[in-house]
């Protein structure tokens, strides 16, 4: 045995030691930092753990042959169904509009028609007296839209002659595009064919066989429904000395408009370039309320 190579061995061997304590000892400070950061990273990771629901998407490292990026998305195989269980997105459901109906249309333009037969009985006997020269077959019955004194719309009916009938719907279709009010518009067997009680009721109104009202001794364009009074109490028959008959239209004798009260009397005034006086004269009727004699507001004949 070569006593020389061990001895040589075993003081290289404690050389070695004394090199590595001595490094020991020049980096014991080094040691120790690194050593504290190992500990605290280690706290560190227990405190998150601690704080970290054990159950959260129920993934834990035991869980059998997890897919990686299901574990990553925290997503359960269960919440995904099968593929053929799978349904199809459904389409926004939007609800259809309900449909809603169109305003009805007020009518502007009346109707003609012979003189129905109810209406011959309400006739027989008052503006149709027994041994008329006139008949029924020359007359029409008109229904016509008007504006009444609240402007609400509302049907009037006259009776014309036939051969007037059509102009007469195109002159009140006129009227109620201007919105002209008329308080009443009743045959004036309504009022038992009394001319005066009409007129007291401001009564628009056409046939009545009767005589002229100027004590001619003739026919009245009235009595061949060529003649039509429009709201006879603001309109009202005057004589020459500037009175009428109707102590109810006496505000209205002066046809002074601007001392007038009412506003609706107003609307419904006839006299020289009114419109209601020009769609009657435009079409050749001539106006009362340009006689001398006596002025006659309400009256239109042709």
Known sequence: MDYNKIRQAEKEFQN???KSLGFIQQNK??????????????????????????????TSDNTPNK???????????????????????????????????????????????????????????KSMPS????????????????YDFNYNVTE???VVSKTLAEEVLDIFAELFDIKYPIQEMSLIDKYNADDYTSIEHNNTS???????TGGSGKLSMHAYGRAIDIN???NPYVSGNGTGAHENAREYWSRDVSRWTSDIAKAAYIGPGTKIYQIF??????WGGNWSSYRDYQHFEK
């Open 16 to 18: 070695g030691e004394k």
């Open 29 to 58: 400070k080094l040691l120790i930092i690194c050593a504290a950061v190992v500990v605290a990273a280690g706290v560190a990771g227990a405190a998150i753990a601690a704080l970290i629901p054990k159950n959260r998407d129920k």
């Open 67 to 125: 897919p990686a990026a299901e574990l990553a998305s925290g997503v359960e195989e269960s919440e995904t169904p099968p593929e053929d269980e799978q349904q199809e997105p459904q389409e926004e459901q939007t609800e259809e509009p309900i449909p809603t109906e169109a305003p009805t249309e007020i009518p502007r333009r009346g109707t003609a028609q012979a003189i129905p037969d109810d209406v011959k009985a309400q006739m027989a006997g």
């Open 131 to 146: 041994g008329a020269s006139v008949t029924y077959d020359q007359l029409s019955y008109l229904t016509i839209p008007i």
């Open 156 to 158: 009037g009916h006259l």
């Open 206 to 212: 056409s046939f009545c066989y009767r005589l002229s």
């Open 232 to 234: 006879p109490q603001i």
């Open 281 to 286: 004269t435009s079409r050749g009727w001539t």
